[in-house]
């Protein structure tokens, strides 16, 4: 069965703190694509990333850092020095490759203080 | 370059009433999807259509129905609503279904039923 972990429920750190935020997934393809949303105060559902599942190359994107590790099934999600603006919920979400189905964890709410 | 727009926004219901909220994409995508979304659940797929002219149960079907109505548009009934159909309700779409593409989402429908 498909699944996806975010045990963080909310995270609260002070401005310019690195944040990591967990994802865990299981799966029984060896085929599958993972993917990080944020969700901003305001509602809507904005595309992060997308990770495949034979590519373990980390990434960077500016203050934005994923670390995949196959060995361990998580895809976790760092901001380096947040800022205010980056308090929203962030999902992570499964999709395996003999499926329609975008499986979403539960989402972790970040908050930023200044 | 409008994306996934979904109507209503906001919508009050009594219980047993009926609706369909409405949702259009101009990317040319193949599959779209529905989506509720409740507090500490992260977002469920009602249904979704792989591509013009089918229609699939996803997670939580019960009380709802869809219609593909052409590639662009993808609307989801409610026939007598619920209190437990309250929800933020979330459109989607993505190249295809069985691709690695991510899906882009709409704005979000706020259904409160009363």
């Known amino acids: 069965a498909q699944k996806v972990t975010q045990a963080q429920t909310e995270i609260s750190v002070v401005e310019k703190e690195d944040v990591t935020l967990d994802c865990v997934y299981e799966?029984?393809?060896?085929?599958?694509?993972l993917f990080w949303y944020k969700q901003p105060p305001s509602g809507e559902l904005v595309f992060l990333i997308r990770r495949n599942s034979f590519d373990e190359q980390n990434e960077i994107s500016g203050r934005y850092s994923w670390n995949f590790q196959k060995s361990t099934s998580s895809f976790n999600f760092t901001i380096t020095a947040s800022q205010v603006v980056d308090s929203a919920v962030y999902f992570c979400?499964?999709?395996?490759?003999?499926?329609?189905?975008?499986?979403f964890g539960s989402g972790t709410r970040l908050l930023v203080r200044p | 370059n409008a994306g996934v727009t979904q109507t209503p926004k906001f919508q009050v219901l009594k219980t047993g009433q009926s609706m369909t909220l409405q949702c259009a994409q101009d990317m040319n995508h193949n599959s779209m999807y529905w989506y509720r979304q409740d507090p500490g659940m992260g977002l469920r797929l009602i249904y979704y259509?792989?591509?013009?002219?089918?229609?699939d149960k996803g997670e939580v079907p019960n009380g709802y129905n869809v219609s593909r109505l052409n590639k662009r548009e993808f609307s989801l009934r409610l026939e007598s609503a619920a209190p437990s159909q309250t929800s933020v309700y979330f459109c989607?779409?993505?190249?295809?279904?069985?691709?690695?593409?991510?899906?882009?989402f709409g704005d979000g429908t706020r259904l409160s039923i009363l």
């Open positions: 989607a779409s993505s190249t295809g279904g069985d691709s690695n593409q991510p899906q882009h």
């Open positions: 259509s792989a591509s013009e002219g089918t229609t």
């Open positions: 979400a499964l999709k395996e490759d003999s499926s329609y189905k975008l499986i």
């Open positions: 799966t029984r393809d060896t085929t599958y694509y």
